[in-house]
Nanobody
Framework: QVQLVESGGGLVPPGGSLRLSCVASERFFSSATLAWFRQSAGNGREFLAGIRWGYGTTVYADSVKGRFTISRDRADRSVYLQMNNLKPEDSAVYYC???????????????WGRGTLVTVSS
C-alpha cells in the first residue's frame, strides 16, 4: 500500500504563494500519474493539476491554470504544487493522489494522502 504524505499548507495572505509537497513511500512505474485535488467546506473534491510520472506531462484545471504549477522529482518520489497569486477561494484542504494506470479522474485514483490545509486570508 503506497502512502502519500502532504506538507506545506498554512495561512497566507491574498496574493501570496505556497508550495505544497507530497512524498510517496514507494517508487512509481512510469505509467503512473500523480495529481493534486482540493476540497473546501460544503464542496466536493476538485481536480487541480496532474502529472505523468514517466514523461512529466501536465494537465491543469481551468480554475488554476496560470497560477498553479505541478512538478515532480522522481528520485525523491515527490510531487509539488507551486501556488501563486492565491485567493480566498483557494482556501481548502489539498490532497495528493496517485493512479497506477495513468488516469487523472477523482474516481481513478488508487492512493490518497490525508491532506494539508491551506487558508488564504488577510
Amino acid at each position: 500500500q503506497v502512502q502519500l504524505v502532504e506538507s506545506g499548507g498554512g495561512l497566507v495572505p491574498p496574493g501570496g504563494s505556497l508550495r505544497l509537497s507530497c512524498v510517496a513511500s514507494e517508487r512509481f512505474f512510469s505509467s503512473a500519474t500523480l495529481a493534486w485535488f482540493r476540497q473546501s467546506a460544503g464542496n466536493g473534491r476538485e481536480f487541480l493539476a496532474g502529472i505523468r510520472w514517466g514523461y512529466g506531462t501536465t494537465v491543469y484545471a481551468d480554475s488554476v491554470k496560470g497560477r498553479f504549477t505541478i512538478s515532480r522529482d522522481r528520485a525523491d518520489r515527490s510531487v509539488y504544487l507551486q501556488m501563486n497569486n492565491l485567493k480566498p477561494e483557494d482556501s481548502a484542504v489539498y490532497y495528493c493522489a496517485a493512479d497506477r494506470n495513468g488516469d487523472f479522474g477523482l474516481s481513478d485514483m488508487d492512493y490518497w494522502g490525508r491532506g494539508t490545509l491551506v487558508t488564504v486570508s488577510s
